[in-house]
Every structure is written in structure tokens, then in C-alpha cells.
T-cell receptor, first 114, second 111 residues
Framework: AQSVTQPDIHITVSEGASLELRCNYSYGATPYLFWYVQSPGQGLQLLLKYFSGDTLVQGIKGFEAEFKRSQSSFNLRKPSVHWSDAAEYFCAVAPSYNTDKLIFGTGTRLQVFP | DTEVTQTPKHLVMGMTNKKSLKCEQHMGHRAMYWYKQKAKKPPELMFVYSYEKLSINESVPSRFSPECPNSSLLNLHLHALQPEDSALYLC??????????FGPGTRLTVL
């Protein structure tokens, strides 16, 4: 069965520090991969997506993610975190033939200290 | 317009009430979704309308019923809800085989 694992439930970083949020997936073929961000009580905003091609994907708000097929990973990175990045981050996967079947990880809560 | 809108933002209802949540998109997307999200949990898919066909998560109780009046609108009718149905209800839309765009959600409280 398809699954998504976000090993870190809660991460705390200082403002200006670098960030990496981990995401591992289990799927028989290369899926479509997504990172979403959610501020408290708000909807989900798409940060970036990977469908095919270059394995380093640039997104909004200075985020990037790298798809590593050998490790079944799609980690999210940002070189310098801002206080406004504090939020819940969800990794998600979907079969390339049907993105209706979006499977979310359990999320990582990011806290940013000044 | 790259927005999915949802109304109302907040809704409080009793267990005997009937209410509806509304979702609208003007991106020409052919698929629309309803998700339920409890606190500190990821969204759970409830319903999908794709090319005018409804797909249902079998675990969703019948007190929730979706309606798709046209390709831009998706409603969720609520009847005889239970307190455990209190959650954030999210609507999303997508092109077929594309990324999903989410609305801001409706915070539902069932008393």
C-alpha cells in the first residue's frame, strides 16, 4: 500500500537558520510528490511539486525539494528560515495516473524562534 | 483567478440542524474534493467529483451528502451531525492529474 512518512513531528529552529524537513514514501512506481504548508486554522497552500524531470524542484517562499529515487525521499529545504515560516508542513504523494488519490503524511510542525 | 473560495468561514450547528457548506472555483478545474481535517491531523478525503462522477470514501457517514450543481460549485449538505464531526472542512480543486488547490476551509462546530 502507498504511504508517506514524515519522521519529525515537531521541529524548532532559530530565525535565519537552515531547514530540512524529511519525507519518505512507499510506492511501487515514481509517484507525483507535493509539499503543502498550513498556517493554524487555514487551508493548505502548495509549496512545490515534482512530476518528472529535474529532481531539484524550486517552489514558492524560497523553498526547494529534492527527489531521490534511491532513497524514496522528497525532503524540503530552505537556506534561511523566517519567523513567518512557522506552520504545519505536509508531504503528499499521488499515483501519476490519478492525482485524486492524494495521500498525506502526518505533518511536521515547524516552530521558529527569533 | 487561482482561488478556491469557501463559505461560511465558521459554522456552529446543533445535532438536529440542516446546513450546507459551499465551495467555488473559477480555474476551469474538472475535479473538486471535500476533505475533513481534525486538529493536528492530515486532511482525510471524503468525496471527489471528477468529470461529473462522484467517488465516495466508504467510511464517510450518510449524514454528509455532496452536491455538484455545476463544474465550478461543490456543496456539502450536513444533516443530523454528531459532535465528533466538528472539524475543519476543506475544499480543493484540480485539473485531472494535476496538483490540488485548497480553499481556506470552514471551521464546523457541532453542539
Amino acid at each position: 500500500a502507498q504511504s508517506v512518512t514524515q519522521p519529525d513531528i515537531h521541529i524548532t529552529v532559530s530565525e535565519g537558520a537552515s531547514l530540512e524537513l524529511r519525507c519518505n514514501y512507499s510506492y511501487g512506481a515514481t509517484p507525483y510528490l507535493f509539499w503543502y504548508v498550513q498556517s493554524p486554522g487555514q487551508g493548505l497552500q502548495l509549496l512545490l511539486k515534482y512530476f518528472s524531470g529535474d529532481t531539484l524542484v524550486q517552489g514558492i517562499k524560497g523553498f526547494e525539494a529534492e527527489f531521490k529515487r534511491s532513497q524514496s525521499s522528497f525532503n524540503l529545504r530552505k537556506p534561511s528560515v523566517h519567523w513567518s515560516d512557522a506552520a504545519e508542513y505536509f508531504c503528499a504523494v499521488a499515483p501519476s495516473y490519478n492525482t485524486d488519490k492524494l495521500i498525506f503524511g502526518t505533518g511536521t510542525r515547524l516552530q521558529v524562534f527569533p | 483567478d487561482t482561488e478556491v473560495t469557501q463559505t461560511p468561514k465558521h459554522l456552529v450547528m446543533g445535532m438536529t440542524n440542516k446546513k450546507s457548506l459551499k465551495c467555488e472555483q473559477h480555474m476551469g478545474h474538472r475535479a473538486m474534493y471535500w476533505y475533513k481535517q481534525k486538529a493536528k491531523k492530515p486532511p482525510e478525503l471524503m468525496f471527489v467529483y471528477s468529470y461529473e462522477k462522484l467517488s465516495i470514501n466508504e467510511s464517510v457517514p450518510s449524514r454528509f451528502s455532496p452536491e455538484c450543481p455545476n463544474s465550478s460549485l461543490l456543496n456539502l449538505h450536513l444533516h443530523a451531525l454528531q459532535p465528533e464531526d466538528s472539524a475543519l472542512y476543506l475544499c480543493a480543486s484540480s485539473q485531472v492529474s494535476g496538483e490540488q488547490f485548497f480553499g481556506p476551509g470552514t471551521r464546523l462546530t457541532v453542539l
